[in-house]
């Protein structure tokens, strides 16, 4: 060991790494003392600030914590309205669907009606043609036989013929 001690003097000596071990010089005494009051003084000063810090990691814990649990009941609660959104949502799309379907229904038949109804237009505007074109060929062929029947009277109709004609005339009114 003696030789150990005088390898670590002439390190120091030399400027390098070595120990000391004189108490009086290495001032072991006040260290001891003064890490002794720090371990005594320091205890209680470092307790305290221990405990405050473990009191507010506690306390960030529990306020995280109730956040969180606020949080899951916002969630849920987002959740129940999306949920009852949805409903809300399908609702309205099968209310609009059936909508949809009964206008179908309803323009369906007013067309139906429409067509009926044009139909029976159509037929009587036929008729009512029909009926004006067979009364102007009644009417034409009416006066064409009346032109004709003028025609041949007046060839064949002499004057006595005239007379005889209308005395019979009246004797069939009752003269």
């Given amino acids: 060991m003696g030789t150990v001690l005088l390898l670590a003097t002439e390190a120091s000596a030399e400027g390098g790494f070595g120990l000391n071990f004189d108490i009086l010089e290495t001032n072991l005494i006040n260290l001891s003392i003064v890490i002794g009051l720090l371990f005594y ?3 209680g000063v470092l307790g305290n600030i221990l405990t405050e ?3 507010a990691i506690e306390e960030a814990i529990k ?3 109730t956040r969180q649990k606020d949080a899951a009941a916002a969630l ?3 959740q129940q309205k999306l949920t009852q959104a949805q409903a809300e949502a399908e609702r309205i799309r099968a209310a609009a669907q059936e909508n949809a379907i009964a206008a179908k229904e309803v323009i369906l038949a007013q067309a ?3 067509v009926e109804r044009m139909k029976a237009t159509a037929g009587q505007e036929l008729d009512a043609e029909r009926e004006k074109a067979i009364a102007q060929l009644r009417a ?3 006066s064409m036989a009346l032109e004709r029947v003028e025609s041949q009277l007046k060839n064949s109709l002499d004057e006595s013929a005239q007379n005889q004609l209308i005395d ?3 004797a069939l009114l009752g003269g």
């Fill in 168 to 170: 019979r005339s009246i």
């Fill in 112 to 114: 139906a009606q429409d």
């Fill in 76 to 78: 849920a609660e987002q």
């Fill in 63 to 65: 306020e995280a914590e």
């Fill in 41 to 43: 003084f320091g205890r």
């Fill in 140 to 142: 034409r062929v009416a």
């Fill in 53 to 55: 810090r473990r009191s």
